[in-house]
């Protein structure tokens, strides 16, 4: 007679659900980057600490990967026209002046229509030019081409992209906190928000530990912020992103786990390109991966991330990590202890559960 082997639970959409405090909701960062809350739940026996005791938590060789990405200033105001007040989000830029924006306007502008942004071209402002959908005919995002170089027109009239449960309009203080200290490569409209909390001081304090440093680079779009609408997750169709692993970060995590040390990814944008680098064998490119419970993790061992919003795609992913019931335990505390949550929120310590 042969032992009955139970299947794997099937999760829905309302597995993720939990009810928040609207007051957690951090709307500005901590005084100090390192000063927020780290809930350690790494083990069983959930410990609340302050950030800046990490380098306590992790051993001489571990290996902690950053998303090097910096957030551009990519909301800008304008006009069709007609006169019609418009705003783009845009999301990715392209060789020849073009990008790729979400729009918000009561009517969408015909191919070929003009839009008149921060006054316009004549005004100080420029002028963007709609080209079509993206990625094809049905997409939901637009293809614009702009009268002068993106980059350069963001850092100019640009808005820091807060995410949408920030109330405030961008502040000065946005600018330097909703960045990480080490942002190098332009390109994200939303921070990876983990590695918001580490300061220069921080990192120092990790190195004299013999903890080891290396960077990948991850795009967050606003996709991040988009909602599952499907209770079947299975349905869900992710968003893109464009990631890249250097050379030498793949050498420094061959070399940590042939030491013995931890691989230990700073936010859940690292998971997802360590990991997308991992099953689909491709050093960068755009990536879709969506890791739910059951996932087959292959580089990661430890994560640090903030506390994500319900029903999400990163809930579903740090469940996948460090187990359904752990999480949902972690979060019933955090609530209890008032952690903040969300992107100027406080974090968390996790050890990635075995695959059974």
């Not at 809930?39 to 069983?44: I, K, R």
């Not at 030491?259 to 099953?279: C, D, F, I, P, Y």
């Not at 952690?339 to 050890?351: N, Q, V």
Request: proline share 6%.
């Amino acid at each position: 007679m042969t032992a009955s082997v139970s299947s794997p639970r099937e999760f829905t959409l309302s597995d993720f659900d939990f009810e928040l405090p609207t007051e957690l909701i951090a709307q500005h960062p901590a005084a100090e980057r390192s000063g927020s809350r780290l809930l350690d739940g790494s083990s069983p026996a959930l410990v609340d600490r302050i950030f800046k005791a990490l380098p306590g938590l992790l051993n001489p060789g571990d290996l902690l990967v950053f998303n090097d990405t910096k957030v551009v200033k990519a909301r800008i105001f304008g006009e069709k026209s007609t006169g019609g007040k418009l705003e783009l989000l845009i999301e990715r830029v392209l060789p020849g002046h073009q990008v790729v924006a979400h729009m918000k306007v009561s009517k969408k502008p015909l191919v070929g229509g003009k839009m008149f942004m921060m006054g316009g071209a004549h005004n100080g402002g420029f002028d963007a030019t709609l080209l079509g959908r993206w990625p094809d005919e049905n997409g939901q995002l637009f293809h614009l081409q702009l009268s002068d170089e993106p980059h350069a027109l963001m850092e100019k009239h640009g808005h820091v992209p807060l995410p949408p449960y920030i109330e405030h309009t961008d502040t000065a203080e946005d600018a330097q906190r909703y960045q990480t200290v080490f942002a190098r490569a332009p390109g994200a409209v939303a921070a990876p928000t983990a590695a918001l909390h580490f300061d220069e001081a921080l990192l120092a304090a990790l190195e004299a530990r013999g903890v080891k440093r290396a960077s990948v680079t991850l795009h967050v779009g606003a996709g991040t912020f988009q909602p599952v609408k499907t209770e079947n997750i299975a349905e869900h169709t992710m968003h893109s992103e464009w990631y890249e692993v250097p050379e030498a970060t793949q050498k420094a995590i061959a070399d940590c786990k042939a030491r013995g040390g931890q691989v230990v990814a700073v936010g859940t944008t690292t998971v997802r390109t360590l990991e997308s680098w991992a099953k689909f064998g491709q050093a960068s490119g755009d990536t879709q991966i969506f890791i739910t419970p059951g996932f087959e993790f292959k580089v990661v061992d430890r994560l640090i991330t903030n506390f994500h919003l319900p029903k999400s795609t990163l809930m579903m992913l740090v469940s996948a990590f460090a187990g359904y019931e752990h999480i949902m335990g972690l979060y019933r505390h955090a609530i209890a202890k008032q952690y903040r949550f969300f992107s100027y929120g406080d974090a968390m310590l996790l050890t990635r559960t075995p695959q059974l």
